[in-house]
C-alpha cells in the first residue's frame, strides 16, 4: 500500500528519516516518537526554499528557490528528493555544493522535496 511520502525528524540527535510506505506503526529514535515534518511551514524566505522546477519531457532540473539557496555550513540545503507514483530518488547535498539537482522520470507529476538544515521541509509539484 503506497501512500504520500513522509518525513521524520528526531529532535534529539537530528536522525530524519523517510517513510515510503506505511504499514503502520510509530517511528520511534533516542527513546521518543519521531516528529512529522510539514512542508511549507516555517517562516522563511520562500524564494530561496520553495524548488523551482522545470521539465524537458523525462528530465526533472529543481533549483532550490527562485534565488539560489546559500550553501555554508551554518545553513543549507541537505537533501533534494523527488517522489512519483511508487518510485523515490534522492540526493544528498554538502556545503559548497550548489543546491541544484537533475532526475530522469516517468510521464506524470511528480513531488519534489528538500530539506534545509535550518528552515526544514519544503516542497513543490511538478
Given at each position: 500500500?503506497?501512500?504520500?511520502?513522509?518525513?521524520?525528524?528526531?529532535?534529539?540527535c537530528?536522525?530524519?528519516v523517510v517513510k515510503i510506505l506505511n504499514g503502520g506503526?510509530?517511528?520511534t529514535c533516542?527513546?521518543?516518537e519521531m516528529e512529522l515534518l510539514t512542508a511549507n511551514t516555517t517562516d522563511a524566505a520562500v524564494e530561496k526554499?520553495?524548488?523551482?522546477?522545470?521539465?524537458?519531457?523525462?528530465?526533472i532540473h529543481v533549483e532550490v528557490g527562485t534565488t539560489l539557496h546559500p550553501m555554508i555550513p551554518e545553513h543549507y540545503i541537505t537533501m533534494i528528493a523527488i517522489a512519483q507514483g511508487d518510485?523515490?530518488?534522492q540526493i544528498d547535498l554538502k556545503p559548497g555544493q550548489q543546491p541544484i539537482a537533475d532526475f530522469i522520470v516517468d510521464d506524470g507529476p511528480v513531488t519534489v522535496y528538500e530539506y534545509c538544515n535550518l528552515h526544514g521541509l519544503w516542497k513543490a509539484e511538478g
Open positions: 500500500m503506497h501512500s504520500e511520502t513522509q518525513y521524520y525528524i528526531c529532535r534529539t537530528g536522525n530524519m506503526g510509530t517511528l533516542c527513546d521518543q526554499h520553495v524548488p523551482a522546477v522545470t521539465r524537458e519531457g523525462n528530465k518510485k523515490y530518488q
